[in-house]
């Protein structure tokens, strides 16, 4: 009898572990997320010994590493070590709630695995630089109805949901043969995922909001430099390097004008999409402010800045906004560079310019991941956010999907200009306005 529970819980712990590898990362069935868990959480509370609970670490570790193989930019043995430390930081809600489930019966019992699991994420999203909300539940949603809980509660009151389904429909399993002593519990559980649906379809489907619209432009380019960027190994290229960024240069702001010419007020690049030197960044500055003066634009200048004697010098990834009067009116740099960005991260502070549009602001790219950090946006009336990234084949959707939940969870518009990636529009709801 006991060889036949231990093969049932080892069964368990593999179908959970199917449902959790496409939970997450690169392949994501959304309900699987939920799911996953129920699952998972059963077989772990019915391990007896130290050989069950290692088998499932191990496996946990196993499935991560395929879940975000390409996702995170690591050689090897970083990527290992970066997947361990990952897995032993999933192991610690589910021996919480094995530790609480034996010493406490009642309902509250449940809690324990969500609170556990939304405090590691939360920390994990403050504190690591190179992580942020990576691998967050809440990402791995994309029903509108159900997000718009974040815009309340920011993405964790979304995470604790996933998170306590899991420990509650075990919970109810449990005590399945005496439901009518149970009935405040399910009527109490049932009224929560109620409400929070109810509540996501009436703001996602009713209060439109009635502000006047303005037309942007993202400009995206695949305009490459051979191998003159090397000019730092040899300084014979660099006047080829000079020649080339120059003719970017050149066709990129024609197709800024261009876009001005039907009808775009806001204009903007993708990140790092003009190369330039930092002794001629003063004279591609100039041609932009003559460009948004001409043109009665409001223009963003996505630079990547390089020092002669780059990389022994990091350069700068940086945004410059400049007005239809031709003036500068705001500079960003990216705040959070990835571990593989040869730049210096910028301060930690979101600026903001009013316009005749509302008020706009703009972070780059992986700045987004970082919810702690955006909710300065939220906290200073942001209209739109206008964001220069740049993504490669596995982040896709993923990363632009984690810069559509900032959008919800403070209420501002955003335009992500992605270079090799997926360039969306979204509302102040998360709604698809525009995509390419």
């Known amino acids: 009898m006991k060889s036949n529970k231990s093969l049932i819980t080892y069964l368990l712990m593999m179908i959970g572990m199917g449902l959790f590898l496409l939970s997450n990362g690169r392949w994501i069935v959304p309900v699987f997320t939920w ?21 499932f670490f191990v496996l ?22 970066i997947i361990i430390v990952g897995s032993i930081s999933l192991m ?40 942020g909300s990576w691998g967050a539940l809440a990402h791995t949603q994309d029903n509108l109805d159900l997000l718009q809980i974040t815009s309340l509660t920011g993405m964790w009151g979304l995470t604790f949901l996933i998170a306590w389904v899991g420990p509650s429909v075990n919970w109810f399993w449990d005590r399945r043969q005496n439901l009518r002593r149970i009935k405040k519990q ?35 380019h695949d305009e490459t430099l051979a191998d003159s960027s090397k000019y730092y190994k040899d300084v014979n290229l660099l006047p080829a390097f000079r020649y080339q960024t ?22 903007f ?13 003063q004279a591609l500055i100039n041609k932009a402010s003559r460009l948004a003066r001409d043109q009665k634009i409001y223009f963003g200048l996505s630079l990547f800045v390089m020092p002669l004697d780059f990389p022994q010098s990091k350069g700068e990834a940086k945004i410059i906004w400049i007005d239809p009067e031709g003036n500068q009116a705001m500079e960003f740099h990216k705040a959070y ?21 509302g008020r706009i602001t703009s972070v780059i790219c992986f700045d987004m991941d970082f919810p702690t950090f955006i909710r300065q946006a939220g906290k200073k009336g942001v209209d739109i956010m206008l964001v220069p990234a740049n993504d490669w084949k596995e982040i896709t959707p993923y990363h632009p ?32 306005l525009n995509q390419m």
Request: overall charge positive; proline content about 4%; hydrophobic content about 50%.
């Open 337 to 357: 560079p990835t571990p593989v960005d040869p730049i210096h991260a910028g301060e930690k502070m979101i600026k903001t310019m009013d316009t005749p549009y």
């Open 60 to 81: 946990v570790t196993y499935v991560q590493a395929i879940k975000f193989k390409g996702m995170i930019p690591a050689p090897g043995a970083l990527y290992s070590i």
């Open 186 to 220: 399910i009527f109490l559980f049932g009224l929560v995922i109620f409400s929070i649906i109810l509540f996501g379809q009436v703001r996602h489907h009713f209060f439109s909001a009635s502000a006047k619209t303005v037309r942007i432009a993202s400009i995206v």
């Open 246 to 267: 120059k003719q970017i240069q050149e066709k990129v702001l024609g197709f800024s004008e261009s876009a001005a010419e039907n009808g775009a007020k806001i204009i």
């Open 401 to 432: 999907r984690m810069a559509q939940l900032r959008a919800i969870e403070n209420g501002f518009s955003m335009v992500r200009a992605t270079g090799n990636g997926l360039s969306l529009a979204v509302d102040h709801k998360g709604r698809v």
């Open 35 to 55: 799911l996953a868990f129920i699952i998972l959480i059963r077989a772990f509370r019915n391990f007896k010994g130290r050989l069950g609970i290692f088998v």
């Open 269 to 281: 690049l993708h990140e790092g999409s003009l190369m330039v030197l930092k002794e001629d960044e």
């Open 92 to 131: 610690i809600p589910f021996q919480v709630d094995r530790w609480l489930t034996k010493r406490v019966e009642g309902f509250a019992a449940t809690f324990a695995f969500p609170i556990t699991w939304v405090l590691m994420e939360y920390i994990a999203a403050a504190s690591n630089p190179y992580a």
